[in-house]
Antibody, heavy 116, light 106 residues
């Protein structure tokens, strides 16, 4: 069965960076895009960007341009999302998701807390 | 960027009621529109893809329609387990989610 397993919760100080991993199993990793979506407590879903694991091509939401980097390691079927220059407003649950048009599979979410 | 609006932002209805949520895109997105249900503490769940296609395993009381800029999501007979927040999502040009509609039981 398809599974996306994300890394554990993180606590970071303002100005630091965080790197969240998403390990895929149960399908061919390079056949589907990986999207990243975040959700602050009590807020809506916010799309951050996508990555094609086959080519490494990426596309980022304008809001995160310059601050987010999405990469992958195909040998271990793992996608990564790194967000830099963290501020308190980046405190949220971050989800990876397997996408082909629609998103049918999601990771369990990773809570990133930014606090001094 | 394509902007998505949803209305209402919240609603309260009785069990068995028909519930309708609308979603509007800031430009023509054809039928590149999905609907998700999210319950507290859980990842979103795909209900409708490509505007009107019911995802496998999703009850038939859920439906979607529309194309271009205007879309509608309907629950034909609200059930207690439908309490959740519903989001539309366009994927014609990158991805944008609507702000969500919170559905409660009256």
């Amino acid at each position: 069965q398809v599974q996306l397993v994300q890394s554990g919760a993180e606590v970071k100080k303002p100005g630091a960076s965080v790197k969240v991993s998403c390990k895929a199993s149960g399908y061919t990793f390079t056949s589907y895009d990986i999207n990243w979506v975040r959700q602050a407590t009590g807020q809506g879903l916010e799309w951050m960007g996508w990555m094609n694991p086959n080519s490494g091509n990426t596309g980022y939401a304008q809001k995160f341009q310059g601050r987010v980097t999405m990469t992958r390691n195909t040998s271990i079927s793992t996608a990564y999302m790194e967000l830099s220059s963290l501020r308190s407003e980046d405190t949220a649950v971050y989800y990876c998701a397997r996408t082909l048009g629609a998103t049918r599979y999601w990771g369990q979410g990773t809570l990133v807390t930014v606090s001094s | 960027d394509i902007q998505m609006t949803q209305s209402p932002s919240s609603l309260s209805a009785s069990v068995g009621d028909r519930v309708t949520i609308t979603c509007q895109a800031s430009q023509d997105i054809s039928n590149y529109l999905n609907w998700y249900q999210q319950k507290p503490g859980k990842a979103p769940k795909l209900l409708i893809y490509d505007a009107s296609n019911l995802e496998t395993g999703v009850p038939s009381r859920f439906s979607g329609s529309g194309s271009g800029t205007d879309f509608t999501f309907t629950i034909s007979s609200l059930q207690p387990e439908d309490i959740a927040t519903y989001y539309c999502q366009q994927y014609d040009n990158l991805v944008t989610f609507g702000p969500g509609t919170k559905v409660d039981i009256k």
